[in-house]
């Protein structure tokens, strides 16, 4: 959410490199993208689809293409909701050191 690297940013002054989101066609958070690049922060999809999305550079879209490909977003999360997953619940351990 683009909250989230707001309070960061303002109760920590870190600002994160990298806001790791479900990001595809289907819900391309347009919101979340525009506030990770005032932010100068990199927004990545989920790493299992990262090393298959390299392999993808033999072809080029046009720009009815990519317009069809913007037309498929639902505003739908599919994973997860931020807002409501407690990160506690997940038992990872963040070493401070």
């Known amino acids: 959410m683009p909250e989230h690297p707001d309070t960061l940013i303002e109760n920590t002054d870190v600002v994160p490199a990298i806001n790791q989101v479900e990001l595809h066609p289907y819900f391309t958070q347009p919101a ?3 506030s990770d ?3 100068g922060i990199l927004t990545q999809a989920n ?3 990262i090393a298959e999305n390299f392999d993808v550079f033999d ?3 046009t720009a009815d293409e990519l317009a ?3 037309a ?3 505003g739908v999360r599919h994973g997860p909701d931020p807002d409501e997953r407690d990160p ?3 038992g990872l351990m963040i070493d401070e050191a």
């Open 37 to 39: 690049r005032a932010h």
């Open 59 to 61: 072809f080029t879209l």
């Open 88 to 90: 506690h619940s997940l």
């Open 72 to 74: 498929l977003d639902t």
């Open 47 to 49: 790493p299992a689809h």
């Open 68 to 70: 069809a490909i913007d």
């Open 32 to 34: 979340v993208q525009d």
